[in-house]
């Protein structure tokens, strides 16, 4: 590949936003061995394209993916689009000789991810990235590292949560309340980010999901225009009066057990009234601890149990020290901290060199990897219906 990488990106929302401000800003602050070049923006709404395209300094846009897939000028597809289009995208993009970034859950089905990896091993040459941005936060960048230093030993227990509150009743029935498009709720949207962290973290797998209850507080919601266009994250005028089936979990927590011996518990929720983004996670080890809190990114917490029992506490680190935490000298003074915006340009920089050859400073799951947290939450799924345990070897 040349010194630059043309990117198409599909779809022009959330995380279009957040993608097309990673591009813009990565090699600004990183000194990137390949440049992304924002070559064509692709959504469904052409009257937002233009606009989207000229804010955010996009070169083209198109309304088909299909053609833009096929265009030789582009080296990298990347999907932010509902679940239920990533796989069709990621196989098409694959075959078309690109490299393919793709947001996550890796699908909306195991049986899609499987597709998805599959064809991502058979063309070894195209690299491919799953957007698992809060790796990318300093401070779980630094609790991987410890982990891997053995600062904790033996680890006993791993306790995640990813609490939100926007799904209350008056939140129209978009694609994310409907399981043809996105395959679950709370727990493909956000148990998919903690089991990744718990993965990338502990360097385990999971072995067994011991048990699971999942549940649907609100079964009915207002429809409203096409819901694949719609994500159903925003609040509706509530004049409509026809109401739509949403079949997709409000909320799910799981018990696990992870090699190692480690046993782990889970809970995401969109109706957690309250928390809005709080993505946190805890484990404890015979020598230490950690925990991290995503609305207080910068800080991890670190409890050293080899210290003089009079002086034990825990420890607050700022992550922001240059040379010391990963990403932070790519940013700004130290104290002068980071935010989610942020977790996204880190990661474009670390794909730019993973496609120049270079080592990222920590590593990207592809769909390999994806797949594997994906396995975790089919395994929970069946859990939940079945009120029984599942081990990982049933689930392929
Ligand atoms: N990593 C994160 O923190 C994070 C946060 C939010 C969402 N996500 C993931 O990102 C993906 C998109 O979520 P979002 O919140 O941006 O959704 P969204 O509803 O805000 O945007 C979806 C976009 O996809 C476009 N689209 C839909 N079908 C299309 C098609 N056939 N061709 C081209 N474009 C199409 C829509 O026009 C829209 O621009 C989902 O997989 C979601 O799970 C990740």
Known sequence: ??????????????????????????????????????????????????????????KKYSTSWKEIIKDP???????STPNYMHAEQAVAALAAGKHVACEKPLASTLKEARTMRNAAARVRKHKTFVWFN??????????????????????????ASFLQDWGGPEVPLGWRFQKKYAGSGAHGDL????????????????????GAVSE???????????????????????????????????????LG??????VASFEAS???????????????????????SFEDMNLLWFYDNTEDKRTAGWRRIMCTSAGNHPYAGAWWPEGHGISYEH??????????????????????????????????????????????????TEVK
Not at 26 to 41: E, Q
Not at 135 to 158: D, F, I, M, S
Not at 221 to 243: H, N, Y
Not at 257 to 262: D, L, S, V
Request: with cysteine.
């Open 1 to 58: 590949m040349s010194s630059t990488c043309n990117i198409a990106l599909l779809g022009q929302k959330f995380m279009g936003r957040a993608h097309s401000n990673a591009y813009l800003k990565a090699s600004r602050f990183f000194n990137v061995p390949i440049r992304p070049f924002m070559h064509t923006i692709v959504g469904l709404d052409l009257i937002a394209l233009a606009p989207f395209a000229d804010r955010w300094e996009w």
């Open 73 to 79: 000028a582009i080296d990298l597809i990347d999907i």
């Open 134 to 159: 809060y790796r990318r936060c300093p401070a779980v960048a630094l609790a991987h590292q410890l982990v891997k230093e053995g600062r904790l030993g033996r680890l006993y227990h791993v306790r």
């Open 191 to 210: 148990n998919s980010h903690i089991i990744d962290l718990a993965r990338f973290i502990t360097g385990q797998e999971f072995t067994e999901i011991s």
């Open 216 to 254: 649907t507080f609100i079964p009915e919601r207002e429809l409203i225009g096409a819901p694949a266009k719609t994500g159903g994250r925003s609040r509706s005028r509530r004049s409509k009066k026809s109401v739509g089936k949403s079949d997709v979990d409000d909320c799910t927590l799981f």
């Open 257 to 262: 057990r992870m090699t190692g011996g480690t």
């Open 270 to 292: 969109r109706l957690a009234i309250g928390h809005q983004v709080s993505n946190t996670i805890e484990i404890n080890g015979e020598l230490g601890a950690l925990r991290f």
């Open 343 to 392: 977790t996204f340009v880190n990661m474009v920089a670390e794909m730019m060199a993973v496609l120049a050859g270079e080592n990222p400073i920590i590593p990207i799951p592809n769909f390999a990897d994806a797949y594997e947290t994906q396995r975790v939450l089919e395994a929970a799924m069946l859990a939940a219906k079945h009120r029984s345990a599942v081990r990982l």
